[in-house]
Structure formats: C-alpha cells, structure tokens
C-alpha cells in the first residue's frame, strides 16, 4: 500500500498508508449511502414512536385536564412537528449536508452557533435523549419478572447499558444492519399500535362511547399548565427531525427525503390521535390518572391478563427508538467533526465497514454516564428549553437564508408563513419554561455560553496549550490505527 507522511506536530512526521478509494471518488472514505425511502421512514418514525405514547398520555390529561383538549393538544403537537418538518424539507434538500440543525446553522448562521449547537447536543442533548429511551426500555423489560413492584435499580441500569452496547455494537458492524434493525423493531412497534387502533375503534362500533360526554369538561385555561401537556406530548413526538442528521446517507436524498418526512409525520399523528381515542374508550378520565401505563391497562380490560404483552412491545418499540435516536446522534457527532468542531477522531470511519465508530462510540459512551446519577430526567427537563432554542434558531435560519440566498437552489419552498409561525412556537416553547423555572433554565443558558470560551480556546486555537494539541494528536494516531479508522472526505 502507498504511503504519505502525515504532519502532525511541528518536527513530527509519521507515515501514513494513503485512505483507501472508496465509493470510486475522492481521496478518503465516505459513508454510503444505505438509507432507502422504507428506512427512511422507520429511522423517523422507529424513533418518533417510542415511549412517549405509552406513557406521556397521563402527562398530557393532566395538563389539558379534560379528554377534548387532551386530543386537541395531541392533535397541535402533530401539527407542530409538521410544521417543522416540512420546513426542514426545505433547508434538507437545499443542504444536502448531514447533521439537521447544526449544517443549517452553520451555512445560515455561521461557525459560532453551530458550535454551541453541537456542544450542547453532543454532550447533552443526544446522549440524555439515548439514555432516557433506554431507561424506558428496561423498565418495560423488567415489568413482567417484577409484577407489582418497582424492579431494583441496578438491574434496571444494567439492562439500559446492555441496550445502549447492543446498539453500539450493530452500529459500528454495520450502518445496513443498524437500518435493518430499525425497520424491524418499527414493524413490531406498528403492530402494537394498531392493536391497540383496533381495540379502539372496535370498542366504539360496539357503541362504547360514555366517556366522550362532557368532553370538554373541566378544560385546564392556565396556559402555562397547558403548555406542560404540550412538553408531555412533545416528547412523544420528538424525532421528527431525525433523518436530516443522515441526510448524506439517504438514497436520491431530493426525492426520498421529502418523501419520507410527508409520510411519517402524518402517519404518526393520525396513529397517536386513534391511540389516544382507543385510551379514552376504554378507560374513564379516572382510570387514566390512576394508571401507571396506560397501554396495559387497556390491554388487561379488553384482552384480559396478559401480563408480558403489552410490556414486551413497549420493550420493542423503546429499544428501536433508542437505536433510531443513536443512529441520528451519531451522524451530528461525525459531521461536526469533519466540520472541525469536535475531535478529529470523531470523523473518522472504520476503513472496511464503513461506520462512523468514534462518533457512536462516545455518544454511546456519554448516554451510558447520563445512567449513573439516579434522576438524570431533572437534566432532561432543564434543556427541554435549550432544544426548543436550536429548533426555533433553526427556523431562523430558514428565513435568513431566503433573505440572504435567495438564488440557493430549492427544490422545495416551504410557504414562508409556516417557518413564522414555528418561529413563534419555538419561542413560546422556550420562554414559557424560562416563566416558570428560571434558575433550571439558567443553568442550562449557563452551559450553553460555557461553550463560547471553548470555541475560541480549541476550536479557534487561541491560547490553546501545545502539550494538548500534541497529546490530541497522539490519541487520535493511536485510537486510528487500533481500530481502523480512515479520514473521511469533507462534505
Ligand atoms: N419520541 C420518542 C419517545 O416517545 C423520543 C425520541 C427522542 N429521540 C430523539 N432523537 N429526539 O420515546
């Protein structure tokens, strides 16, 4: 194999084999493009269903405090990620760049926001998200071992490590099997849900529709309490966004990626909409509250005692969501490597299997210490704002580009009044919080701004100490050559 010398300190040379030529161009190596429309559409809606619709709808009704505004909130938060996501349509086949918000931030806004994107995302953001659905997962699992009683907690830890290295192992062997394995936990995900459908519409052909009397009774009208059934539901309807991250990875990404977002989203919202029907045929506002998860409630009163159903496909469709959130995650790792924000390390891929190893392996890494402290859900709410901050900057963006690109070549224009008004909700989402808990949102702003020094000192390379350029260096020579991994080419 030829060889190139490599520059990486001054005075230091090393000898380098050259990047082998994959995908027949370019000197080094490329992700390729595995995702077709089908996975297209289980990476969004493997990873938007996930634990939210079996467990948010209690969070939703106390919120909305009577069964119409409960389907009216569900109802707004489709709406909402559609709004999103057909705007990201637009930014996804305009830049054909990997890594969602942070690409469209970076070619609209510029270097610096991006960065702050990518720091808070790839430290907190993605890992917690990875490691919340993760937690979900083994609750599920354990439930039918534990009947009645909560299973201990180093158990249930031990089971979301082993579901966070399950998926890191097929991610890294290889990106066909990890779309592979998300296409077929999303089926089994779709069959539990459409039972429950059909339990639902079954249940109101047989004239079982008392509970819908008085629908509007006792409607919350605080809207800051509202607002908290729209977060419970938000959650459930996050992921949305998740296929932009890949969007170098997806087949004809001008037809499929339009595609695959026009069919998911809608999908998805009209499926929580009849899930949550089914919820409230069956069971009585009461019986909601009372719950501890609704879906097997509902399955111990129309199926009878059935104890590990409804457990084992809410474990299915967990551990696919999980899959679906790393996979995306990993993807924003890689590009704001390339990108020369994060450690070159990180952009590098296994030179044979073709996978972006470093990225998944310390986003796994990081979710896996979101599990040791016992409440990490607290971080989780205290960045809710900050996700809603990247998303409403993100929808800036789009307007900005039109105003300051307006030649960019767009295959699809969004109508403008869509990105205003998710401009508006995003700011809503983001102040509404700030109202209610400042201190845990200022912790959050706080961790934000701490990445500003950090762009300057590493990113930008002022004061940045030699010993630490050089120690960076000698790692990513080290890491690179135990585990194969070849330089990729730049977008
Ligand atoms: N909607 C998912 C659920 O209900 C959570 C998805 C979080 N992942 C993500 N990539 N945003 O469990």
Redesign the pocket.
């Known amino acids: 194999m030829a060889e190139e010398f490599k520059e990486i300190g001054p005075g230091v040379e090393i000898r380098e084999p050259t990047k082998e030529k994959k995908d027949g161009e370019g000197g080094g190596l490329k992700l390729k493009r595995e995702v077709g429309l089908i996975s297209g559409i289980t990476l969004i809606i493997g990873?938007?269903?996930?634990?939210?619709?079996?467990?948010?709808p209690k969070g939703v009704l106390l919120g909305s405090g009577s069964i119409g505004l409960t389907l009216l909130v569900w109802a707004g938060c489709g709406l909402i990620a559609l709004g999103g996501s057909i705007s990201y349509v637009e930014l996804g086949t305009s830049i054909r760049m990997s890594g969602a918000e942070y690409a469209y931030i970076l070619k609209g806004m510029g270097e610096l926001p991006a960065f702050l994107f990518a720091w808070t995302s790839v430290i907190i953001?993605?890992p917690s998200?990875?490691a919340?659905?993760a937690v979900?997962f083994a609750e599920y699992a354990t439930q039918p071992f534990f009947p009645g009683c909560t299973p201990p907690a180093p158990i249930m830890k031990l089971l979301a490590v082993f579901c966070i290295a399950i998926i890191l192992g097929v991610n890294c062997y290889s990106v066909r099997w990890a779309t592979k394995l998300q296409d077929i936990f999303t089926a089994a995900k779709l069959v539990a849900v459409f039972g429950l459908v059909i339990i639902g519409i079954a249940e109101l052909a047989r004239g079982n529709t008392k509970n819908y009397a008085n629908s509007w009774e006792g409607s919350e009208t605080n809207v800051g309490v509202v607002a908290l059934a729209f977060y419970q539901g938000l959650?459930?309807?996050?992921?949305?966004?998740?296929l932009n991250?890949a969007t170098e990875e997806v087949k004809k990404p001008e037809k499929n990626l339009p595609r695959a977002i026009l069919i998911g989203i809608p999908l998805v919202t009209v499926i929580y909409i009849l899930v949550n029907i089914c919820y409230f045929t069956v069971l009585t506002r009461q019986d909601i509250l009372d719950s501890a998860a609704v879906a097997s409630t509902v399955a111990a009163r129309v199926i009878g005692n059935v104890p590990w159903l409804v457990p084992m496909f809410v474990a299915f469709?967990?551990f696919g969501?999980?899959n679906?959130?790393a996979f995306?995650?990993c993807r924003l790792n890689f590009v704001a490597a390339r990108e020369g924000h994060l450690p070159r390390l990180m952009s590098m891929i296994h030179r044979t299997r073709l996978t972006p190893m470093p990225a998944m392996i310390f986003q796994c890494f990081v979710a896996i210490l979101f599990l040791i402290p016992s409440d990490f859900e607290t971080l989780i709410n205290y960045f809710s704002f900050a996700?809603w901050l990247f998303y409403g900057a993100t929808f800036i963006t789009l307007l900005l580009l039109r105003w300051k690109q307006p030649d960019l070549h767009r295959p699809f224009k969004v109508w403008i009044i869509i990105p205003i008004l998710m401009v508006l909700i995003s700011a809503y989402l983001v102040i509404a919080p700030i109202v209610q808990a400042p201190t845990d949102s200022l912790i959050a702003a706080a961790f934000i701004a701490v990445g500003i020094p950090l762009y300057f000192v590493f990113i930008k390379g002022y004061y940045a100490p030699q010993f630490m350029i050089d120690a960076t260096e000698s790692a990513t020579l080290y890491f690179q050559r135990l585990c194969l991994l070849g330089e990729t080419e730049t977008s």
Do not use: E, H, P
């Open positions: 990873t938007m269903i996930g634990s939210g619709i079996f467990i948010s953001l993605k998200s990875v919340a659905i979900a959650w459930a309807y996050d992921g949305w966004n998740n991250f469709s967990t969501a999980c679906g959130s995306g995650g996700a």
